[in-house]
Nanobody, 123 residues
Framework: VQLQASGGGLVQAGGSLRISCAAS????????MGWFCQAPEKEREFVAA????????YYADSVKGRFTISRDNAKNTVYLQMNSLKPEDTAVYSC?????????????????WGQGTQVTVSS
């Protein structure tokens, strides 16, 4: 599976942004998808995930109520809608694919990674 993230950019605090991750391959529907972020000099952090098995979604506490992950299996694409953005959301956001259907909060549970897309939130 090859993943290509896009849609990052510069947005003011309080604004919204939707980033996307397009996947290649016919088996996209059988992969759970996750988003992780990494700010300079910080470790990669879990943001959100969506299970392939039942569509369950999982979020980091810091983004609950602000971010929404969704997927369109017909388009082999996963989205992250980010609302009420804060300067501390500034990071490179990467998408990843996992064959697991649960427990998707750790980078070690993912099999494939895409390159990141930069999200910058100005104050």
């Amino acid at each position: 599976v090859q993943l290509q993230a896009s849609g990052g950019g510069l947005v003011q605090a309080g604004g919204s942004l939707r980033i996307s991750c397009a996947a290649s391959g016919r088996s996209f529907r059988f992969y759970s998808m996750g988003w992780f972020c990494q700010a300079p000099e910080k470790e990669r952090e879990f943001v959100a995930a969506i299970s392939w098995s039942d569509g369950s979604t999982y979020y980091a506490d810091s983004v609950k109520g602000r971010f929404t992950i969704s997927r369109d299996n017909a388009k082999n694409t996963v989205y992250l809608q980010m609302n009420s953005l804060k300067p501390e959301d500034t990071a490179v956001y990467s998408c990843a694919a996992s064959s697991l259907g649960y427990g998707l909060g750790s980078p070690h549970q993912y099999d494939y990674w895409g390159q990141g897309t930069q999200v910058t939130v100005s104050s």
